[in-house]
């Protein structure tokens, strides 16, 4: 299931890979008006400059953010050689469209309605359509493609994992 998504502002488009994300938070505790892992969609480009949202995605320890210019002529003076420049050429391969028979499968309800996969040393990342109930029975969040699980229960932000694991040492 691709999971991959794409935020723009007009100058840059900001590439998220969730499979190479290790949560270890730096993109929402440094600039939490544009990363939000508890709003959908998690990333709000409007909010801070191109500047701002640049000096966070080069702090990513993984290649999980990245961006690209919407137009290469109009790129700031000291982030034309960024390290994490997004090579366009490969979008294509990160957002393949999707298939007749996937489209088919999702229409009739044959496809699987989520996927839960286990990171060692991390969060449950769930995948799909559902929604998460508290423990009183209410809706906690509805209409989700995609959450990850705290396990370590040091989030803050239960049940959603914060990256509280990875400053903790959690491994399990």
């Not at 909010?47 to 137009?71: G, H, K, M, Q, Y």
């Amino acid at each position: 299931m691709n999971r991959n998504r794409k935020y723009s502002n007009g100058t840059i488009t900001v590439v998220w890979q969730p499979a190479e994300c290790i949560h270890s938070g730096e993109c929402f505790t440094s600039l939490r008006k544009v990363f939000d892992p508890t709003k959908r969609p998690w990333v709000d480009m409007e909010r801070a400059s191109t500047e701002e949202i640049i000096d966070v995605v080069e702090r990513c320890p993984t290649r999980a953010l990245t961006f690209f210019w919407n137009d290469p002529a109009a790129v700031i003076a000291e982030k034309e050689h960024s390290p994490k420049l997004f090579d366009t050429r490969t979008l294509d391969s990160l957002f393949p469209a999707p298939t007749a028979e996937k489209e088919a499968a999702e229409a009739n309800g044959t496809a699987p309605a989520a996927k839960i996969t286990y990171r060692l040393g991390g969060p449950l990342v769930v995948e799909g359509h559902f929604h998460i109930i508290g423990q009183d029975g209410r809706m906690i969040q509805s209409k989700l493609t995609m959450a990850s699980l705290c396990r370590c229960g040091l989030s803050d932000n239960q049940p959603f994992c914060d990256g509280a694991h990875f400053k903790a040492g959690f491994r399990r």
